[in-house]
């Protein structure tokens, strides 16, 4: 059974960058029929994609993010990452990693990762 | 404001059908883009509902339904039962953003 896990520092300071780490197990992130992705929530809000990654490492992402986004991927690790800079409290939010299946444009979530609670404070 | 609009609540009594419409822009629903359906337990991850816009995932209950017209989408939910109140979202891609909208979300309650 698949399964992704977040993991991060913690609270962020406001104008800190947030580093957020996805671990893959049960399957192979290198595998081509999947792109991965972050999706996140803010508290009592709903969903907003933030980006997307490929195996091999293209990336899309969310221009209504200004460009503060970068996702990398290390297949050697069955890991893909987020940073987001300058960050806000706006964006507080749970930050969940997705498998996304069926392709970037066509395509879906079909797993979930846990999610975790990103609080920007000072 | 969300690219994809919902209505932020509807209800209904249990056994009752209800549907949550899902209205998009031709650089979304109306280009021909898939429209898929997650739902949302509280306190809980989401989870796919329904996705190509009319497809149950295995272990989705066929009280669930999806369709698509146009530049809108609506999942229907027959037989309503009070595990079924949730928030329900709705999502797509969008070619004018080149990237993934999301519906605002649709809370729905089982009086």
């Known amino acids: 059974q698949l399964q992704l896990q977040e993991s991060g520092p913690g609270p962020v300071k406001p104008s800190e960058t947030l580093s957020l780490i996805c671990t893959v197990s049960?399957?192979?992130?290198?595998?081509?029929?999947?792109?991965w992705g972050w999706i996140r929530q803010a508290p009592g809000k709903g969903l907003e994609w933030i980006g997307s990654i490929f195996f091999t490492g293209s990336t899309h992402d969310n221009p209504s993010l200004k460009s503060r986004v970068t996702i990398s991927i290390d297949t050697s690790k069955n890991q893909f990452s987020l940073n987001l800079r300058s960050m806000t409290a706006a964006d507080t939010a749970v930050y969940y990693c997705a498998r996304l299946f069926g392709g970037y444009r066509y395509g879906y979530v079909d797993y979930w990762g846990q999610g975790t609670l990103v609080t920007v404070s000072s | 404001q969300s690219v994809l609009t919902q209505p932020p609540s509807v209800s209904g009594a249990p056994g009752q059908r209800v549907t949550i419409s899902c209205t998009g822009t031709?650089?979304?629903?109306?280009?021909?883009?898939?429209v898929h359906w997650y739902q949302q337990l509280p306190g809980t991850v989401p989870k796919l509902l329904i996705y190509?816009?009319?497809n149950r995932p295995s272990g989705v209950p066929e009280r669930f339904s999806g369709s698509k017209s146009g530049t809108s989408a609506s999942l229907a939910i027959t037989g309503l039962q009070a595990e079924d109140e949730a928030d329900y979202y709705c999502q797509a891609y969008d070619n004018s953003l080149s990237g993934w909208v999301f519906g605002g979300g649709t809370k729905l309650t089982v009086l």
């Open positions: 190509g816009s009319v």
């Open positions: 031709s650089s979304n629903i109306g280009a021909g883009y898939d």
């Open positions: 049960g399957g192979s992130i290198s595998s081509g029929s999947y792109y």
